[in-house]
């Protein structure tokens, strides 16, 4: 690494390098151009799709290799061929939820359908490797040439990793036996009131008036068996099989992913906001959409712009590096942004087995475990050998006396790569729609909108029909009766097409209102931002571009619309208290990083949750929501739940407000009086972007920690005081000319070389809440000469240059 001419320095050296003016790539049909811009946005301008994807392949991987090759090894669970023992537990969690298995059922399903899947992502993968086979190893990515390993050409495997990521990191819930242990322990009128199946405050994404449900029959289905022993708020609960709690559902194994590692996956808070206006409503009398995706954040970053021009298409966005296709896009009439439906889309099982746990009861008949043998390898060590066990539900849990397993849809075929192809050839929402119908997981609100004034939104994908129980906590295998019977028919999905209202918002909410005749979740805790982001729309007539843009950067905090009100009349206060009282009173409920009552509210809050939820039944199980404190504030604020439990006396809701706010004087009211400014919210609220490998050893890599606004659950999120996600793309779409004017930012840059100034030259943009302006000139001759950087011919070639990834030294 350290050598003077091909080490550290030549890696540096190319960081920069445009791509040469003539490039021969194998597998081309014809001629492509390629225009690179300013900010290494690769324009692609090919006279057919096939050679649109072959050189889409080779843009791709000659930017951001490192990224193509590590999320699909990540879950395949090969991380420590490369890492060493620190990945074991991340290979092992990753193998024990069963991604390769699935992907290699799914190859053999996508293989038996003829998929047009598996051609678009060949060809996108030949490209990719034309570009990979170019390669020695002075011109190998930083990271691989620091482990020390080289790039493997790419297999339809690995584009099926890739995705089955995406599905894990937005659907799979690793919550376990907490519902079932609440649900026994709290009884089932207090479980119904602390966690309601539906909140009680929100917005749903499918107006009401538009709900076309309403002819669906189904059979209602039971709720999962439970003991019901409810147990008094005063009385403290044992955390581990109490006599009051059912034990088939005490301690029971369930995977978790490695904390502060790839394998994270769901957590509460991830999630996306979109939103468009019709003509009607828009300034510009045309549709106006907006999208923010909020996933993790990492250097490089998660997505990757293109923009890729044929015959057949015109299509600009962002896609995820490996993934041959674009994923949200821009087309010359159209375009579409994703947020998160949250639907439950994973299930637990308890199974009975044999002695020697070599079999499971499964609908009155003993079955077979399916035995895997399965090798974790290690750098410079000996290979691991393992079994994996699975049912038919999917993989098995052994601990000394149970079997437990999961059906997930992460675990079935999907066809998603394909929908984005055919979204992105769609010139009209019928052929959007029709495109949609390919889409399986992970499930999503695909918000569309057009130049001829629709708007639709699909909440689409694999939503299961469970034929018993519904999905909330752990339920009986063994009996057969809890078996996933089907999937809901993709018309019977929430949906909405131009609705009278003149807009259609998304944000993580329930999609439909409890009228919805299928079971969608259980755990739609907070509607914040759905009702923010509706206010917004319906407080005005008409939205200018701006004005969708300032709604993305928006970081009002609706909590304290719901908590402070509260406070107002409160008596008893002491001095300093009643000055924190008098400041929250007076505050905006905006969260700029140079203001400080977000961290006086920020404190409050908390102390005031934490006592309120101070009960034993709540220990390593989850708190109910704000939403449910909310809700017995203004309905029963002499609730038991606002009594403390470690007190002989009865404490009510205004006890606990009156404490919180006395906890925050004594915390913070020094510092106020001495140098405030100490605490303003940017110096204890910042984001963070992590190497992707998420490596402490690679921290020089990281960029920030930066002061960041936001709160939890504002439309610009900040989940907590070291934020590693938030929005992953902001993108504004208005209709008003052809192509339509676009603007995005993502937080990184288009390289994936550390050295390169495209590595996070976007950074700053970012945090300043601006945006770029995207170009979607139809050819190369109409591209604009002040933001060209460079051209590229690649031609047809059956041989491929040895030095195309940049000059020789």
Known sequence: MLDPWYGLYYTARLADEPLPATLDLPDLRESVSIVQDHRGVPHIYAKNDDDLLVAFGYVVARDRLFEIDFIPRATAGRLAEILGPTAIATDRFFRSIGLAWSAKNSIEETTAAASEQIRITRLFQKGANAYISSLSEPDYPFEMRLLGYAPELLEYMDSQMLLLYMVYDLSFRGEGSSRNELRDLLGADDYELLYPRYSRTYVPIIPPSEAHWKSIKIASAPTPVSAKTPVSAKTPAPTKTPATLNPTFADIPFPTGPPGTIAEGFRSGIGSNNWAVSGKRSATGFPILGGDMHLNLSLPALCYEVHLVSPDMNLYGVTIPGAPAVVEGITETTAWAFTNTGSDQIDYYVLETNEDQTEYLFAGSMVPFEVVSDTIFVADEAPIVEERLYSRYGPVFLDDDRATTIR????????????????????????????????????????????????AIRSTGHLPIRAGADGSGVLDGSSGENFWSGRVPFDELPYSINP????????????????????????????????????????????????????????????????????????????????????????????????????LFDFFLKDFMDHVWDESVFDGRPDPSDMTVYHLLKTDPESRWFDIESTEVREDAAQLLRSALESTAVRYSKALLENEDDLQWGLHN????????????????????????????????????????????????????????????????????????????????????????????????????????????????????????????
Do not use: C
Not at 542 to 561: C, F, G, L, N, W
């Open 686 to 809: 910042r984001l963070v972007l992590k190497h992707l490998t998420r490596s402490e050893a690679l921290r020089p890599l990281w960029r920030g920690p930066f002061p960041y606004p936001g709160y939890r659950a504002t439309l610009s999120p900040s989940g907590s005081r070291m934020n590693t996600f938030s929005a992953s793309w902001r993108v504004v779409v208005d209709f008003s000319s052809v192509p339509p004017n676009a603007y995005g930012i993502y937080p990184g840059g288009q390289s994936g070389n550390p050295f390169s100034i495209r590595y996070d030259e976007n950074v700053d943009t970012y945090l300043s809440f601006e945006y770029h302006p995207l170009i979607m000139a139809s050819s190369p001759d109409s591209f604009p000469e002040a933001e060209r950087r460079s051209t590229t011919i690649a031609r047809p070639s059956g041989l491929g240059s040895k030095k195309q990834s940049g000059s020789s030294p």
């Open 500 to 599: 009278d209202q003149g807009y259609l918002a998304s944000a993580n909410q329930q999609p439909a209102d409890p009228s919805y005749p299928y079971y969608l979740g259980a755990d739609w805790r907070e509607g914040y931002r759905s009702l923010r982001i509706n206010e917004l729309l319906s407080g005005r007539k008409r939205h200018t571009v701006q004005d969708i843009m300032s709604y993305q950067a928006d970081v009002h905090v609706v909590q304290a619309d719901h908590f402070i009100p509260f406070l107002e009349e409160l008596e008893g206060l002491g001095d300093d208290a009643t000055r924190i009282r008098d400041r929250l009173l007076d505050w905006d409920r905006e969260t700029r990083i140079d203001q400080v009552e977000p961290l």
């Open 408 to 455: 997930w849809v992460g675990h079935d075929f999907s066809r998603s790569a394909e929908a984005l192809w055919k979204m992105g050839h769609a010139g009209t929402y019928t052929e959007f729609e029709k495109a949609l119908e390919f889409w399986d997981s992970p499930m999503q609100n695909i918000l569309f909108a057009s130049r001829d004034d629709t708007l």
